[in-house]
C-alpha cells in the first residue's frame, strides 16, 4: 500500500497527458477534414492550390504539436518505467546489503512525503538531494499546491482556478464544488 503513491503520480499525470494529447489531435484532425472537403467544393484551381498551401501549413503545424505531445507522454512514460524498475529492485534482490539499501530509499520517500504533507518543503527538497532519491519521489505536486496556498493568503484566486480547470473531471468525480467556492469568494471581495 505505501509504494502504490511511487507509481501512482507519474501514472496519473501520463494519463492527463495522454487525454489532452488525445482532444489536441481529435481537434487537429476535425480542422484538417473540413479542409480537404473544402478544397474538393473550390470552383477554380488557384483556389485550390492555396487551399492545399493552406494545408500543407496545418499539417506541419499537427506534426509539431503530435510530437511535442509524444515527447511529453515519452517523459513520463519513461518516468513509471523507473518506478517499477525500482519496485522491481527490491523483488528480485536477494542480497541482505542491497536490501538494506532499498529499505533506507524507502524511508527516506517516507520522510520525504511526510514532510511535504506537513508544508515543510524546503526540509523535504534538502533531504531529497542529500539522499539523491530525485528519481523516487514527486515533490512538483506539493510544489504547486505550495504556490496555489501563497496565492490564495494574497487574496489571488486565479492559480487555483486554473487548477481547478485543469482538474474538473477528477473534481466533479468527488463532487467537490471548489470551482464556485472561488468564484464566490471572488464575488464577495470586488463587493
Aim: proline share 3%; hydrophobic share 35%.
Amino acid at each position: 500500500a505505501i509504494e502504490y503513491s511511487t507509481v501512482r503520480v507519474p501514472y496519473d499525470v501520463l494519463n492527463k497527458k495522454f487525454r489532452h494529447a488525445q482532444k489536441i489531435i481529435d481537434r487537429e484532425i476535425s480542422q484538417l477534414n473540413m479542409l480537404i472537403s473544402n478544397i474538393e467544393r473550390l470552383p477554380s484551381p488557384e483556389l485550390e492550390e492555396q487551399a492545399i498551401k493552406s494545408l500543407r501549413e496545418k499539417l506541419g503545424s499537427f506534426k509539431k504539436r503530435y510530437l511535442d505531445c509524444l515527447a511529453k507522454e515519452g517523459g513520463y512514460a519513461n518516468k513509471c518505467m523507473e518506478r517499477l524498475d525500482y519496485l522491481q529492485e527490491y523483488i528480485d534482490e536477494t542480497n541482505a546489503k542491497v536490501e538494506s539499501v532499498w529499505k533506507k530509499k524507502r524511508l527516506n520517500r517516507i520522510l520525504v512525503d511526510y514532510l511535504l504533507r506537513n508544508s515543510n518543503y524546503e526540509t523535504a527538497i534538502q533531504l531529497v538531494k542529500a539522499t539523491g532519491i530525485e528519481t523516487e519521489v514527486d515533490t512538483e505536486p506539493f510544489l504547486a499546491g505550495r504556490e496555489i496556498e501563497q496565492s490564495l493568503a494574497a487574496h489571488n484566486t486565479t492559480p487555483c482556478l486554473q487548477w481547478c480547470y485543469e482538474n474538473r473531471s477528477r473534481l466533479k468525480k468527488s463532487k467537490v464544488n471548489l470551482e464556485f467556492k472561488l468564484h464566490t469568494q471572488n464575488f464577495i471581495e470586488n463587493i
